[in-house]
């Protein structure tokens, strides 16, 4: 008897069952009883312990019906729930789509052909499938291909009747598949014809074959069960671009970061590391962030990969997002295109996972389970022998970090593909422009390639119209009744909006407080720039932000509509920042590149680097110079200085020194505890109960303290935030959760984020 850890759907806990089957597997589903009922159950571990003190159930059946995992996937799921400080039902939920049901055939088929021509009515039901008329392959393949076939002596001619020649060696995959289909027949439609017993017994004889497989969901379709789409043609890969493909596959190294320059060609490398392991059998995941997953893309990997690959993401509907999973499960595909959460999909054979713009936050989950995909994408890799690949213009400190220190193997791209030049950056200080939109700068530059029929991209990280609206009357600015910010103005939809929790409301265009229409509108946003800029240009402008990329099919229109040149002016927020190729880009502005730096979060200098830079790498990437003007009130900032002199490194030795000094990761890891509750009365002596609770000498603690914005959503919101070296922290892990558990209460609500990126 053996005893394994059960995790019963939608519980909290694991439950001890007992078995003798000899064939259970870790990651097989199982039907137990749990509190007087049936319940589907998940084996995650074989038990050690053989004496218990309380009666163990025995398990009461293998669910071969439901979706099955290997003991890796088991593996990384109980990781991440003890890494991230989360409950397995939140796990297992985030990494499997709901509702998938496995989906059997049962067939019979014939071993040789030769055992055709035995007499038996059976065997002639067989030979009466696999041989088909001229019609039949020439609709299947076409006039020409049907010639070809009897030109090389693939088929063989039984009076009118064709059926594949196997004595000869055909080189042709497709045909050889449809032929080895007709070869089967389904269990059900044999067995109504002929008597079972008949079939028990040719089954015995090793005449006939019985077999049960999983179904995949395109065997219905026999051209794509087929493949007969080829892989395109490699992509010519300059010196530069070679040297990083063969260092990685020759590399016994597993985990790669490469810092290659907007427009270097890092993603040629990733596609042909990709073929190479399809080529072999081997399956590949290929992250990007939510925003970099253009049609531009998708149409990419379609254009390389065919039907091989699948696309994870989340305008996916539930239906479409089970196909999808279901065939990387089944093996029928084995490269996965998707963002966060596609770092689950089942891919047989695991080579590669590689994570593109690998600083992004969004890799980062915001809500239970925590985890970041960056870091479950390398965990994944070292349990399945994979290598993991890192790639971005302008990695994350961390990242860059541990490739400096030989944690990853470092590899950097200095020189853009095909020659293409990096744009030049100019530097406009604000505070000595008349105009508050834009710079002279700026608009001589718009000019002038407008008369070149060029084109133009310009950032504002500030959705709406007016971040801010105050009664000059009163002086009431109206403000978000669930949160304390302030409501941002639309001119698009005339609506009042939050940014937080989402609440809209109607601009009536009157002081909400006294009636009074004297409204100032402050704190300038991408809709207001996008009427100014019509006013001085009369050119047809796109803008792109939250607001018009609800629309349907959106993405794929604006990608099209920019690329053919419908639009001269594109204006947007950091949604345009990255994963847009648009060659005749030769001008990116910039229009306030202190959006972000202001915020007060030691992440901030990063990630104003990043936008930044990244943004700028639109301009020029064809054979046409590029131009980038970036506007600021503070010229004089580190970050900004690094961004002009287009030096990553730099920019990165200033910002290393500073979080060692500071001791902020890579040197430490840190934990955020946010603790919230509908009620502002009570919230901060509770604070202090958890801080009590929590408290450990081996660690930093800081807080408790009101988050930067105080109310969200109706919630009162404040944060602990703790600080330790990398072993400290490991440690004080163990026994947190236990110590949460026994201050728990109803009307408040704790949040603990190992690894957080945002602090507000």
Known sequence: MRYYSIYIEKTRDFYTYASDDENLKIGDRVLVSFRNKERVGLVLKEEKEQEYLFKV?????????????????????????????????????????????????????????????????VLDYFFSKIKVRKKTLVDRFGKDEFSLFLEKGYLKDLDGWYCLDEDLDCDREDLKKYFELRKEVGRQTLEKKFDKKELDKMVKNGELIFERRIKSFDDENLKKCCGTEEISEDTKLNSEQQRVKEGIEKSNKKHFLIRGVTGSGKTEIYIQLIKRALERGGGSIFLVPEISLTPQMILRFKKEFGERVAILHSRLSQNDRAKEWYSIYTGDKRVVLGVRSAIFAPVKNLEYIVIDEEHENSYKQDSNPRYNAKYVGIKRAELENAKVILGS??????????????????????????????????????????????????????????????????????????????????????????CSIKLNYYSSSGSLKCNYCGISKKFTGHCSKCGSDKLSFSGRGVERVEEELR?????????????????????????????????????????????????????????????????????????????????????????????????TYQPENYVIEKIQENSYKNFYEKEIEKREILFYPPFSKVINIGISSEKEVGLEEYCYVVLKAIEDENIEIYGPMRSLVYKV????????????????????????????????????????????????
């Not at 880009?585 to 202001?598: L, R």
């Open 535 to 631: 006013k001085r240009f009369p050119v047809n402008i796109i803008r792109v932000d939250g607001e018009v990329a609800k629309e349907k099919d959106f993405y794929e229109n604006m990608y099209n509509d920019f690329l053919s040149g419908k639009y001269d002016i594109m204006i947007g927020t950091q949604m345009i920042s990255r994963g847009l190729h648009f060659p005749n880009v030769t001008v990116v502005g910039v229009i306030n590149a202190d959006t972000i730096m202001s915020i007060p979060d030691f992440r901030s200098g990063e990630r104003t680097y990043q936008m930044i830079t990244q943004v700028a790498g639109r301009a020029g990437r064809g054979e046409k110079n590029g131009k980038v003007i970036i506007q």
């Open 57 to 121: 159930l025995k398990i009461k059946r293998v669910l071969h019906e439901e979706l099955s995992f290997s003991s890796f996937f088991i593996e990384l799921l109980l990781w991440i729930k003890e890494y991230y400080l989360s409950s397995f039902d939140q796990v297992f939920s985030t990494a499997v789509p709901s509702g998938i049901k496995i989906k059997y055939e049962d067939i019979y088929r014939v071993v040789k052909v030769e055992t055709l021509f035995n007499l038996n009515q």
């Open 713 to 760: 959503k109706g919630r009162y919101r404040c944060n602990i935030f703790i600080k330790g070296s990398r072993k400290a922290i490991n440690e004080y892990k163990v026994g947190l959760e236990e110590k949460i558990k026994k201050i728990e209460s109803k009307n408040y609500r704790i949040v603990v984020d190992v690894d957080p990126i945002n602090l507000i």
């Open 393 to 482: 213009a302008t990695p994350s400190i961390e990242s860059y970090y541990y490739a400096k220190k030989g944690i990853f193997q470092l590899y950097e791209i200095e020189s853009r593909y095909k020659n293409a030049k990096l744009p030049e950056i100019e530097i406009v200080d604000m505070k000595k422009e008349e105009d508050q939109f834009f710079s002279e700068q700026l608009l001589i530059e718009i000019r002038d390639a407008l008369l070149k029929k060029e084109q133009i991209i310009l950032l504002l990280n500030r959705k709406g119209y007016s971040t801010l609206i105050q009664c000059e009357e009163c002086g009431h600015m109206e403000e978000c009744e669930h």
